[in-house]
């Protein structure tokens, strides 16, 4: 059995920055590549970054790209999403998610087979 726990979401100014963690146990965690997902009220679930398992190569949504960091701790079996700059369409409910032998491409929630329970961002403007 899988377990991934997110945590760090909250409410933020537009400009501001959160850091999300994704605590997993349960499996070899370096045997997963890692992804996090976001969903907005009324939306689809959206592909936001990904990285592999060794934590050499990361895959980024272009709305995205420049402002988010991912990043994994494999040695404290942790996923971190950094998040600067943030704007109000940001707002959702950020959810990580492991794939196994997966690699960084993937950006389709059906590659992924475990997920956490999500943690709400809320970006003021």
């Known amino acids: 059995q899988v377990q991934l726990v997110e945590s760090g979401g909250g409410l933020v100014q537009a400009g501001g920055s959160l850091r999300l963690s994704c605590a997993v146990s349960?499996?070899?965690?370096?045997?997963?590549?890692m992804g996090w997902f976001r969903q907005a009220p009324g939306r689809e679930r959206q592909f936001v970054a990904a990285i592999s398992w060794s934590g050499r190569s990361t895959n980024y949504a272009d709305s995205v790209k420049g402002r988010f960091t991912i990043s994994r701790d494999n040695a404290k079996k942790a996923l971190y999403l950094q998040m600067n700059t943030l704007k109000p369409e940001d707002t959702a409910v950020y959810y990580c998610?492991?794939?196994?032998?997966?690699?960084?491409?993937?950006?389709?929630?059906?590659?992924?087979?475990?997920w956490g329970q999500g943690t709400q961002v809320t970006v003021s403007s």
């Open positions: 349960g499996r070899t965690f370096s045997s997963l590549s």
């Open positions: 998610a492991g794939n196994p032998w997966g690699t960084a491409q993937a950006m389709r929630g059906v590659e992924y087979d475990y």
